[in-house]
């Protein structure tokens, strides 16, 4: 009778909701601390577009566009592919003992999509630094880029949860993520349109829908099969 | 069910029909695609094989994530398979002749691009099974992969024809086949004959070789050699 | 036992055949050019022979593959 939860909290909702909040900070912190991250996409996005600015200048928007999201495709590899293969075979069992697999899982997709969407941020700084900017309306892209970060993060940190399984190797990752992504970069590079384009097509609403449906399912996904992962 | 004789007879009766009325019976006379329309028997037909296996390949990932029989992971491994070779054929039997109608082997059509993300996934399935060792775990992350991309590859190909079809406004000046160009001559050909015919051929070359794998496991368990059965499995 | 068998499948066939005779076109009045002289000529019997050869020998072919693992199997489970 002198359990403890029965003064507390009741576990279920609160506490997962806080063990995705520890977890969360944990990464952050790590992140934080050692910037590995961060720094090292940092210069890989500067740099890439400045082989790019000395290879073609400006480019006109329809290349624009189709770099960017390559780009950002890339990026999410790089950046998502270490939040699983960083944290050595001890230190994941011993998170999904303390927090068990969904809090976990969700807590790495929170994470990554918050990277991502800053990642996404700072590349398009630099594109339209370097690259100059074909949009008439650079806002909205601002929005949409942020959409295609979450929608990237969250395919690929299922798959670096794959591949950290199989075997320590980011190669892996995209062989297994590069045909998944196809869909959701053609949706991205069609929603694009309504930064590129003065005259507005029509369906571009529905196709924003259908991402958000896809991203929704991913995350239901993961959480129905993270757990059989983990399993061992 | 396996070892039954009767679906198998009936899969011969489906396809020598296939054979037969696909050439003997007069299909409709439409510019461009003139005879070659009767392709429709054999080249469309894989697609459905293939569709089919990838299904049934998902289903024993499932129950084998539920169950964590070792049978189910060679069931879904096999399937995928089956589902990769006729998707090879699709593809190939396509691009032969979109060069001859459309004029090109590759046009990029949305349904091409749609197949070849299929088999790219599937094909991707097994690297990423070869890249293990241990069996167990191999039949897991497997089969996990397998729901993954399965559950992917169901809206990709339902939004890719949305997407293209925008890209190039006025519609595909080329004369693809849709549902409206089969006539009631070519369905009764097509429906009941070419594809159970060919998805049965599909599901007993799989069994077939998902009992050859179990016959060689169990052989392995009786005489272990383990590098060697291994590498045998893996060929 | 499985001679019960083969006698509804063959009738399915001539159920089949009877359908696509009867969704004969009722005459097609179309000038595409299809290759009604190879047809009329009755090559395309030769055609279909050959094709049916080739079937038939395939199926030949995975049935033996099939009864030979059987007694494979057979032989698995009386040792």
């Given amino acids: 009778m002198n359990s403890p939860y029965i003064c507390g909290p009741k576990p279920g909702s609160i506490s997962s909701a806080k063990h995705i909040l520890t977890l969360f900070r944990k990464d952050l912190l790590l992140e934080i601390r050692q910037q590995y991250t961060f720094y090292g996409v940092l210069l890989y996005v500067a740099s890439t577009i400045f082989v790019l600015y000395l290879s073609m200048g400006g480019p006109e928007s329809t290349v624009w566009k189709g770099l960017f999201w390559m780009m950002q495709l890339f990026i999410c590899v790089n950046a998502v592919a270490k939040s699983f293969l960083q944290e050595g075979k001890g230190r994941l069992l011993y998170f999904y003992t303390i927090a068990g697999p969904k809090d976990f899982i969700l807590s790495k997709l929170l994470f990554n999509a918050l990277l991502m969407i800053l990642m996404s941020l700072v590349s398009l700084g630099l594109f339209v630094l370097m690259l100059g900017n074909p949009m008439p309306n650079p806002l909205s892209f601002v929005a949409i880029s942020c959409l295609g970060g979450i929608s990237l993060s969250l395919v690929f940190t299922f798959l670096a949860a794959i591949a950290a399984r199989a075997q320590q190797n980011a190669a892996l990752m995209a062989i297994l993520g590069f045909p998944l992504i196809i869909p959701q970069l053609l949706l991205l590079s069609k929603i694009s349109n309504i930064a590129f384009e ?22 239901a996904l993961s959480l129905i099969l993270f757990p059989f992962l983990w399993k061992d | 069910m396996i070892r039954q004789k009767w679906w198998k007879i009936l899969c011969g009766v489906l396809l020598v029909y296939t054979f037969i009325a696909g050439f003997l019976g007069s299909v409709p006379a439409k510019p461009i695609l003139n005879e070659t329309i009767r392709n429709l028997y054999f080249h469309v037909a894989m697609w459905f094989a293939m569709m089919v296996l990838f299904t049934v390949s998902v289903i024993y990932s499932v129950r084998y994530l539920r169950t964590n029989n070792h049978k189910y992971d060679i069931y879904a491994l096999e399937y995928t398979r089956g589902g990769i070779v006729f998707g090879i054929l699709g593809f190939t039997t396509g691009s032969i002749w979109a060069r001859w109608t459309w004029g090109a082997f590759w046009s990029s059509d949305p349904k091409q691009l749609g197949a070849v993300i299929a088999l790219l996934i599937y094909l991707a399935y097994l690297v990423l099974r070869n890249s293990m060792t241990d069996m167990d775990k191999r039949a897991r992350i497997g089969a996990v992969y397998n729901i993954f991309a399965f559950a992917m590859l169901m809206p990709t190909i339902w939004i890719i024809p949305r997407l293209m079809e925008s890209l190039h406004p006025g519609g595909m000046g080329n004369p693809a086949l849709d549902t409206h160009d089969i006539d009631a001559r070519m369905r009764v050909v097509f429906w009941p004959g070419a594809v159970p015919g060919w998805t049965l051929l599909g599901v007993w070359i799989t069994t077939l070789r998902i009992r050859l794998a179990i016959l060689t496991e169990k052989k392995e368990d009786l005489h272990p050699a383990p590098n060697q059965a291994r590498k045998l499995r893996n060929a | 036992m499985h001679k019960k068998i083969y006698k509804p499948l063959f009738t399915l066939l001539a159920c089949l055949m009877a359908i696509t005779l009867w969704a004969q076109p009722t005459g097609d009045t179309s000038k595409v050019e ?10 395309i019997y030769v055609v279909i022979a050959v094709l049916v050869t080739i079937l038939l020998g395939l199926f030949i072919y995975v049935i033996r593959l099939d009864r030979k693992i059987t007694k494979l199997e057979k032989d698995f489970n009386n040792k």
Avoid: E, H
């Fill in chain 1, 198 to 219: 003065d005259v507005l097509q029509g369906g571009l609403a529905t196709m924003s829908a259908v991402l958000l449906g896809l991203d929704a399912m991913i995350i």
């Fill in chain 3, 34 to 43: 299809m290759a009604d002289r190879f047809r009329a000529d009755g090559k």
